[in-house]
């Protein structure tokens, strides 16, 4: 059974850093693709950023380009988003999602999220 | 930018719903995908491909549509099926984007 589970989100001071990871299981990590997608609470969906299977290849979206890095673990079948100078915008909802084989592909699978709160 | 209508849909169990997503750019090789959220859980695969599918969905929901415009339809309304709908273009080059979601209500 694919599973993706989040952790290490919580509350952090404005300008401050945070790193997610999300540990997975159940499928072959290193082949597929990984995205981070964020959600305000009762809003709607936004991509942060994506990975290669081999981590070669990442793109963000241009709100967070900068300020995120995405990386990953296959070894630990772990993807991470090490997250800098956060504002309150940033307070949201992050998924980690499978991605297919290649670049492009649906989001077969999320993890459960995990909150992220800017104070300011 | 993808364009979902109506934004909330308010149907009965049993009638038939369907919820439109439309692209301000061809979306290529039909790189369009469904989703379906309920309060407190994560973004659920329903189609991808544009018509396909994914693993262990009811035939009750079908997508359908191509270049700009597609549609999500379910056919007989259970209780479970109302929530928020997402549509999806993961084409080869980022970004990703999502439409701004159909919420389904029961009537």
């Known amino acids: 059974e694919v599973q993706l589970v989040e952790s290490g989100g919580g509350l952090v001071q404005s300008g401050g850093s945070l790193r997610l990871s999300c540990a997975a299981s159940?499928?072959?990590?290193?082949?597929?693709?990984m995205h981070w997608v964020r959600q305000v609470p009762g809003q709607g969906l936004m991509w942060v950023s994506r990975i290669s299977g081999d981590g070669s290849d990442t793109s963000y979206a241009d709100s967070v380009k900068g300020r995120f890095t995405i990386s990953r673990d296959n070894a630990k079948n772990t993807l991470y988003l090490q997250m800098s100078r956060l504002r309150a915008d940033d307070t949201t909802v992050y998924y980690c999602?499978?991605?297919?084989?290649?670049?492009?592909?649906?989001?077969?699978?999320w993890g459960q999220g995990i909150l992220v709160t800017v104070s300011s | 930018v993808l364009t979902q209508s109506p934004g909330t849909l308010s149907l009965s169990p049993g009638e038939r719903a369907t919820l439109s997503c439309r692209a301000s750019q061809t979306i290529s090789i039909n790189y369009l995908a469904w989703y379906q959220q309920k309060p407190g859980q994560a973004p659920r695969l329903l189609i991808y491909a544009a018509s396909t599918r994914a693993t262990g969905i009811p035939d009750r929901f079908s997508g359908g549509g191509s270049g700009t415009d597609f549609t999500l339809t379910i056919s007989r309304l259970e209780p479970e099926d109302f929530a928020v709908y997402y549509c999806?273009?993961?084409?080869?080059?980022?970004?990703?984007?999502f439409g701004q979601g159909t919420q389904l209500e029961i009537k």
């Open positions: 159940g499928f072959t990590f290193r082949n597929y693709w």
């Open positions: 999602s499978r991605g297919g084989a290649f670049s492009y592909g649906p989001f077969d699978y």
């Open positions: 999806q273009e993961y084409g080869i080059s980022p970004p990703s984007t």
